[in-house]
């Protein structure tokens, strides 16, 4: 998926132009923990074409002088974006901070859309002629309280995408490993990377330096570990901050169909997983809990154990995710990793029949009857598979809200006796049928 950075100097209207592209697809998933109102992260779509967006301006970078944190903003913008939407404003015209901000991106060498925002008016949107200056072509004059010009704008935006490769589809299982700072990501990354993998190649993205890594194990499985530049690049500000590190994690997520999300055993859990594990689950990927650093944890023949247990209860919400116990510095049962990933995957994208799913929902209503409201009993009809990563269930019911939370979970519960769908969430849709 390409990305889209906004950049530019405080009060242009980033966030104002970022919230109109994103719309509703901001979607809030109020039982997720770690899910905050104002993002940096979205996802956009124009003409067809689905893109992620990065609010550079929301990306926290600290204390530093004024100068510094529109630097870094526009660094962060050049790391990560495909294209760059640079937003200036036509009520100020063109600032000397513009220029600075001009300045780094002449260095891109990236697509640079230059939104004149605030051209509320007609008037306003005529005088943009001397936003030429700042050299990146036509200006886009915008009013993102208006939602006036970002079709014009999102029209040259698509445009300036790179090109998909011709290249050979690439068949090899996608995963990322997620996770808060110091619970031993880069070592994982190392140690699955380890002597006896055969790297294929360094994957570079068609025009940005984030690197993936394609390796193939002994029985020929192919593998790509996304973002493992990113992972192991350390030493920017920002690249510290956690709002960066979140949107990196989103990211990474975004371009995976595994995702393996690190604890570390010897500091157990803290608040800061629970939003990692939160972004996760949101975005319905298959997922693996790695408990990382067993061996550094005095044990017992309980402690397995126990820390299962306490994991299932911070973690309720990912039921479905398989959980391995694992060290990147002795690769303990390291070796049962990409078995697992690529089980999950294969889970992750399973379709089954209509005729064993509808007997299965049968047996399940036969059991146990569906819920009534009322007097009015709940009435399942069929039940058909609709998509799959993750796989998507829709029920036909005589009426939705009948349907009762803990009877679709008892519904999916059978669903998920009957079918392998460890390491995936499953989504249930009731549709209404006469
Ligand atoms: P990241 O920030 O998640 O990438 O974490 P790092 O991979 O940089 O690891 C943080 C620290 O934990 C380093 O000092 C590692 O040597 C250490 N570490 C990582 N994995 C293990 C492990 O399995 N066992 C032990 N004992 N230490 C580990």
New binding site residues.
Partial sequence: MPTVAIVGRPNVGKSTIFNRIAGDRISIVEDTPGVTRDRIYAHGEWLSNTFSMIDTGGIDVGDEPFLKQITEQAEVAIDEADVIVFVVSAREGVTDSDEKVAQILYRANKPVILAVNKADNPEQRQDIYDFYSLGFGDPYPISGAHGLGLGDLLDAVVKAFPDETGDVEDTSTRFSLI?R????????VNALLGEDRVIVSDIAGTTRDAIDTKFVTDNGDEFTMVDTAG?RKRGKVYENTERYSVMRAMKAIDNSDVVLF?LNA?EGIREQDKKVAGYAHEAGRGIIILV?????IKKNNQSLHDFEIHVREEFQYLAYAPMLF?????HQRLHELPELIKKVSVNHNKRVQSSTLNDVLMDAVAMNPTPTDNGKRLRIFYATQVAVAPPTFVIFVNDPELMHFSYERYLENQIREHFDFSGTPIHLIERHRK
Avoid: F, H, Q, R
């Avoid at 990382?292 to 550094?296: I, S």
């Fill in positions: 996770g700072p110091n619970v031993g990501k880069s070592s994982l992972i690190v010897e990382n650093k067993w061996d550094a694992v060290s990147a510095k002795t």
